[in-house]
């Protein structure tokens, strides 16, 4: 079981919105300022998409969104696209003892 | 441009032991700390273990504490995960991480798989 709860899956057509929760606890998303979050392609490394919340790195569409509140974190992609169609995966900073925690991954279809 | 390219994985009986490297190279390698995240086949990702920059404080995950070791050649720009007492269940692909000030990982490598079966 992961650390961070995410759904395992949630879908969208092209050109709508779609939100992935992520879920920790007062421990680690509630506590500090450093969800990101990783778009991962089949058989392709993890890519960075949100760092710190919020920030968006340079290069990543702006059609890529987060937020969050309490001990819940969430990802929007607006104007879904084909290309979106990978695995999502949220991290948290989880303090010195655990460090980095992932979420167990949302696999996002865009019909 | 940031290049991590590991090596070394490969098909292991369990118990036995592996060394990955990562070689590092388009950023100032001494200056950032370093990590190891994993993937097990068609599964999510997993943190396994972290470096700092000058090779003087390490972290692992339980899972792998007191098998696996990290460390850090600063002048060779490489790391490196030793892993012994391998098991079933550490098959996964292992991802050479590089993290930015402390915040996120801001660049991966491309995985090199790691096969533990009789």
């Known amino acids: 079981q992961s650390a961070l709860t995410q759904p395992a899956s949630v879908s969208g057509s092209p050109g709508q919105s779609i939100t992935i929760s992520c879920t920790g606890t007062s421990s680690d998303v509630g506590s500090y300022n450093l969800v990101s979050w990783y778009q991962q392609h089949p058989g392709k490394a993890p890519k960075v998409m949100i760092y710190?919340?919020?920030k968006r790195p340079s290069g990543v569409s702006n059609r890529f969104s987060g937020s969050k509140s309490g001990n819940t974190a969430s990802l929007t992609i607006s104007g879904l696209q084909a290309e979106d169609e990978a695995d999502y995966y949220c991290?948290?900073?989880?303090?010195?003892?655990?460090?980095?925690?992932f979420g167990g991954g949302t696999k996002l279809t865009v019909l | 441009e940031v290049q991590l390219v590991e090596s070394g994985g490969g098909l292991v009986q369990p118990g036995g032991s592996l060394r990955l490297s990562c070689s590092a190279s388009g950023f100032t390698f001494r200056i950032f700390a370093m990590h190891w995240v994993r993937q097990a086949p068609g599964k999510g990702l997993e943190y396994v273990s972290a470096i700092s920059n000058n090779g003087g404080n390490t972290y692992y995950a339980d899972s792998v504490k007191g098998r696996f070791t990290i460390s850090r050649d600063n002048s060779k720009n490489t790391l490196y995960l030793q892993m012994s007492s391998l098991r079933t269940e550490d098959t996964a692909v292992y991802y050479c991480?590089?993290?930015?000030?402390?915040?996120?990982?801001?660049?991966w490598g491309q995985g090199t798989l790691v096969t533990a079966s009789s």
């Open positions: 710190e919340g919020s």
């Open positions: 991290c948290s900073y989880a303090g010195y003892t655990t460090r980095w925690v």
């Open positions: 991480v590089k993290d930015l000030s402390g915040n996120f990982f801001d660049y």
